[in-house]
């Protein structure tokens, strides 16, 4: 069985359908891509299945719990976090702070039963872990808001683990990047790889193929289809939505 399904997702927008019954499969530990063109409904459907938008119709299911009538948060205690396009960090406040609460969040209760010095221990380093896990160590004093482009989304990806995902959503982690700061951002997915499930949003063409086992290609708001990187290579309708000029032959 499936990770995640979603299954027969719609969103209409007055006249337009942005998301035409999607249905889409994430198995566990898998790095599955979602790609299309512009206007393809890719931000929609994650808004869809993080529950930022209600859907007019349609199932989400996470490890056979149905997570339809739940809000964004009640998703995240399930087990899906996400990031987004622009880094949603608290840009006042300390890398550390920043940490610190998601880590809180997600302990929610589970530290009740420890003493109070050691609950701030464990929260402490839990934050310091993740500063690790994702190169933030250095600048922990400062305010997340002054961070380099590739820092604050650093950043967010580390608050969404905070989480402990068994699906993490990724929208375009390498929007805005340079070079440098996109190859880090693909070896830390890369890092991912197996320890949860990734959705994956993304125009970096070379980082899609690079990092996901299976892609699944939305067009009008419909999975046009799914396959690893040489079934969508080869697909004709791919290339022609593409015009040849996004999808490397
Ligand atoms: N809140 C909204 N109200 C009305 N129309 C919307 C809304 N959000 C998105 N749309 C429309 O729905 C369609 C899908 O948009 P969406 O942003 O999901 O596409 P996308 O694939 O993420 O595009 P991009 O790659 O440019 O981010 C577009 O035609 C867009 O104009």
Redesign the pocket.
Request: no cysteine; proline share 0%.
């Given at each position: 069985m499936s990770l995640f399904r979603a299954q027969g997702l719609v969103k209409r927008?007055?006249g337009?359908l942005?998301a035409d019954h999607v249905d889409l499969a994430v198995e566990q530990g898998e790095i599955h891509a979602l790609i299309?063109p512009?206007?393809?409904?890719?931000?929609?459907?994650v808004n869809l299945i993080s529950g930022l938008l209600p859907a007019d119709a349609g199932r989400i299911v996470l490890d056979g719990v149905d997570l339809t009538p739940l809000s964004a948060q009640q998703r995240v205690r399930h087990g899906l976090a996400r990031c987004f396009q622009i880094a949603s960090v608290f840009r006042s406040d300390s890398v550390r702070d920043n940490l610190l609460l998601a880590v809180q969040a997600q302990a929610g209760s589970s530290f009740r039963c420890l003493r109070r010095r050691e609950s701030e221990r464990a929260l402490m380093d839990a934050a310091q872990a993740l500063a690790e896990r994702l190169a933030l160590t250095e600048v922990l004093d400062r305010p997340a808001g002054v961070l380099p482009h590739g820092m604050q989304k650093r950043l967010d990806v580390a608050l969404a683990l905070a989480a402990r995902p068994r699906l993490l959503l990724l929208d375009e982690p390498m929007a805005g990047m340079g070079p440098e700061d996109s190859r880090q951002m693909i070896e830390l997915i890369e890092s991912l790889r197996g320890e949860m499930a990734i959705l994956l949003i993304e125009?970096d063409m070379d980082a899609v193929f690079q990092l996901a086992g299976r892609i699944s290609v939305?067009v009008n708001?419909r999975v046009l289809t799914s396959g690893d990187a040489a079934h969508v290579r080869g697909h004709a309708e791919v290339q022609s939505v593409y015009l040849g000029t996004e999808v490397p032959a």
């Open positions: 927008f007055g337009l942005a299309g512009n206007g393809a409904g890719k931000s929609t459907l125009h939305l708001g």
